[in-house]
């Protein structure tokens, strides 16, 4: 005969849902225990983790690979959760100007007065529960629940740098120009993102937040002035002539940052980046020109080793004096091979024609462009504004010294790219797909998509016949990832690429198979698309019995 115990339930993750195959989504019974878990997570990070970004009821992790994301899925499910212990770090006071467009509209949803509103904001320590939408963007708990009010029925096209807000129970300081659908209540001059700082984010997760009311705005002290630089020409490298229609610097991006509001970014098609660097004996992650749809024209500055990758197209490398007179008879022309490495001399220029099929190209030079690294990477991250901006006319790119053989490889054949056909890419269900009825996931995967000129490196814009919800409303904010397929109340899906936004509130109905991201990447626009269920996954939804 047993004996009849009493025990506690621990509290457990309630469950996990896959986001594609290198990341889970593990959801909590509300924010208290996405605290736990997130500071469970840094503290002791599982085997493989790569990244964790926390949101209102979710924790997402992403995992290095398929089968360390598997392990790492099990292993949440048997996770207890602690709570975090508190940590005395002080406050971080943010000086505000309580002037806001919005100040009587929440005055009026809070059933406060205008001073009212202003005491219960200046009247709690809010704590940093997770960070997204842009670098700096820390989303603001606060200590009770009289500022809940909702978003904006129509956001703003362009809310200014440094505006406090409320959105539903958070509060947030928008750190940078950029669109948004909070209540603006105030601004203040705190510079929340500032890359000259040891710690570029002003506050971070966890971090405790008072604001204070004042009658001005002072701008906080800018980073201790330094000497005027001169003006840096490099000896060897490459003049840019013609940048195209973009030009960018890419590696294969930055991992970790998610917790600050940073994606990953880097190179689109990261294996071509791969194979450019491969041929000139790069180290893998060396940096190198990403262009596109054509028109790139660079000279070379010193004798310099080249490799194009991607999109094939004409390569046309001749003396500067045919580039000057636009005379293509003009000086001795030459083409060269595609995926091969090959030798631009001093004065020489290259010019990449339009793609016969596909759409970006990768320029490797032998030790890689040696441009200065922003939070570990030399990637343009084009919706946050982080590492170098486009490439301009006359701009010169030095090398650096990211060899990783004395010797250059051999010319290797390159995969076929999308042409005037249907290009398919295999996609994971969820990790919403439950926001859809099957009518509306057959017709996600029956239809071709078409790209439309609204694409870019944030995300690919599609058109077609819109999918229909089988829920009203969104999401809380929750972790997202590349290769995600977000629907939008219109319907038509947005296919997240390398630049996105590290959270989002609409409902990802499927993730593209990570290794099927780089051939999305050269889709050209009016290229077309149909997805096709991924034969197998390799992770399932699943539940704690005890939810």
């Known amino acids: 005969m047993g004996t009849v115990m009493q025990t506690t339930t621990a509290k457990r993750v309630r469950s996990v849902r896959p986001v594609g195959t290198r990341a889970v989504l593990a959801e909590l019974d509300g924010l208290q225990d996405v605290l736990a878990l997130q500071d469970m997570l840094y503290k002791s990070p599982l085997p493989g ?32 959760l602690t709570a975090p212990e508190v940590a005395d770090s002080g406050l971080v006071v943010i000086d505000t100007v309580y002037d806001g467009d919005d100040l009587a509209d929440v005055a009026e949803l809070t059933g406060l007065s205008v001073d009212g509103v202003i005491a219960a904001h200046t009247g709690q320590v809010w704590t940093v529960a997770f960070a997204g939408f842009a670098p700096g963007f820390g989303y603001m708990v606060g200590e009770n629940e009289a500022l809940t009010v909702p978003r904006r029925s129509s956001p703003r096209t362009a809310v200014p740098a440094g505006s406090v807000a409320l959105g539903g129970r958070y509060s947030a ?112 992650s060396a940096a190198a020109i ?73 320029v490797a030079v032998r030790g890689g462009v040696d441009v200065p690294e922003v939070l570990g990477s030399r990637s343009t991250d084009t919706m946050s504004g982080i590492g170098p901006g486009p490439l301009v006319s006359k701009q010169v790119l030095g090398v650096g010294d990211a060899t990783a053989s004395t010797a250059v490889g051999s010319p290797e054949l390159q995969p076929d790219f999308p042409g005037d056909g249907v290009t398919v890419l295999d996609v994971v269900p969820g990790p919403r797909a439950d926001w ?39 999401l809380p904010s929750e972790g997202t990832m590349a290769g995600a397929l977000q629907i939008p109340p219109a319907g038509l899906p947005v296919l997240f690429l390398a630049d996105h936004p590290i959270t989002g509130g609409y409902p990802v109905i499927g993730v593209v198979r990570d290794e099927h991201l780089d051939l999305a990447a050269q889709v050209p626009i009016g290229g077309k698309i149909r997805f096709r269920l991924a034969p197998d996954t390799t992770t399932t939804f699943t539940k704690n019995p005890e939810k």
């Not at 990244?51 to 499910?77: H, K, N, P, Y």
């Open 49 to 80: 983790q790569v990244d964790v970004l926390a949101a209102a009821e979710t924790v997402m992790v992403v995992g290095e690979s398929a089968a360390a994301t598997r392990a790492i899925s099990a292993r949440l499910m048997e996770l207890e």
């Open 436 to 474: 859809f009825d099957q009518d509306a996931l057959d017709s996600l995967c029956s239809q071709e998509w078409l790209v439309t000129p609204q694409s870019n490196r944030v995300g690919m814009r599609l058109d077609g016949t819109p999918l229909e919800r089988t829920r009203e409303g969104e």
């Open 173 to 284: 300081v928008y750190p940078r120009r950029s669109p948004g659908g909070w209540q603006l209540i105030g601004r203040t001059g705190a510079r929340m993102w500032d890359l000259d700082r040891a710690q570029p984010a002003l506050v971070r997760p966890g971090d405790r937040v008072q604001y204070r009311a004042v009658r001005e705005v002072v701008t906080a002290t800018e980073s201790p002035a330094r000497e005027p630089e001169k003006e840096h020409r490099p000896e060897s490298g490459l003049r840019i002539l013609t940048p195209g229609a973009q030009s960018l610097i890419q590696d294969l991006g930055r991992r970790g940052y998610g917790p600050l509001g940073v994606s990953a970014a880097g190179a689109l098609d990261r294996a071509s980046l791969r194979r450019a660097n491969r041929l000139v004996g790069n180290a893998a």
């Open 290 to 362: 990403e262009s596109v749809n054509g028109g790139l024209t660079v000279e070379a500055v010193g004798d310099q080793v080249v490799a194009v990758t991607g999109a094939p197209t004409t390569l046309t490398v001749g003396p500067s004096s045919w580039f000057e007179s636009g005379d293509v008879q003009a000086g001795a022309r030459r083409t060269v091979p595609m995926a091969a490495p090959f030798a631009l001399l001093d004065g020489e220029v290259l010019t990449l024609g339009a793609p016969e099929s596909g759409f970006r190209n990768y």
